[in-house]
């Protein structure tokens, strides 16, 4: 069955400073990731994908996310965070075997200190 | 386009009424998909549709809650009778069909139906 882990219950990280959110995944075939970020009393926004080609990923707002395969990674980073990037932000799965569903992470929340 | 629409935003009930929450997709969406949001569990799918047929359904809780599409433009998701433990935000989300288009494997959701049950 398809899985994705975010380790970490929350980020802090000072604005200017480069940011990382970790994401880990688990399917039986060929994974289609996502990562999408929720501001409060708001429904979830698409931020980036990945499907095939190159492993970096650029998506909205300046981030990116790097797959690895050999280590079933796909973090989401941004160079430089700005006190509006707090948010909460959830890495998602789908994959063929897993059927046309897609499965969200537990979720990171995102403090950026100004 | 208005996006995915879902109504109510809030709602407050008593438990053991009935419950009704609403969603239009965006026009030409294949795929519906129902969510609910919880501080313990998180974003959990409950069902999803592809051109208004329910194709898994293994999400959801307990045979109080059930789900229809009965067309292209509409769905509910509704609970019956309500408890406490349905306490949370339903989001409904749509996409595409995969073919090509860059936008065929994203999700659009709405904004959520908040549901407080008492």
């Known amino acids: 069955a398809q899985s994705v882990a975010q380790p970490e219950d929350q980020v802090n990280v000072a604005e200017g400073n480069p940011l990382t959110v970790k994401c880990t995944y688990s399917v039986s075939g060929n994974p289609y990731l996502f990562w999408y970020v929720q501001y409060p009393n708001r429904g979830l926004q698409f931020l980036l994908k990945y499907i095939t080609g190159d492993n970096l990923v650029k998506g909205s707002y300046g981030f990116e996310a790097e797959f690895n395969k050999s280590q079933t990674s796909f973090h989401l980073k941004k160079p430089s965070a700005l006190v509006s990037d707090s948010a909460l932000y959830f890495c998602a799965v789908r994959d063929m075997a897993g059927g046309f569903k897609t499965i969200f992470g537990a979720g990171t929340r995102l403090f950026v200190k100004a | 386009d208005a996006g995915v629409i879902q109504s109510p935003r809030h709602e407050v009930t008593e438990m053991g009424q009935e419950v009704t929450l609403r969603c239009k997709p965006i026009s030409g969406h294949d795929y519906l998909f129902w969510y609910r949001q919880t501080m313990m569990r998180g974003l959990e799918l409950l069902i999803y549709?592809?051109?208004?047929?329910?194709?898994?359904d293994s999400g959801m809780p307990e045979d109080r809650f059930s789900a229809k599409m009965p067309n292209a433009s509409f769905s509910t998701l509704k609970i019956q009778p309500s408890e406490p433990r349905d306490s949370a935000v339903y989001f409904c989300a749509s996409r595409p069909s995969a073919g090509g288009t860059s936008g065929a494997n994203v999700l659009t959701f709405g904004a959520g139906s908040r549901l407080t049950v008492l």
């Open positions: 549709f592809n051109n208004n047929v329910p194709i898994d």
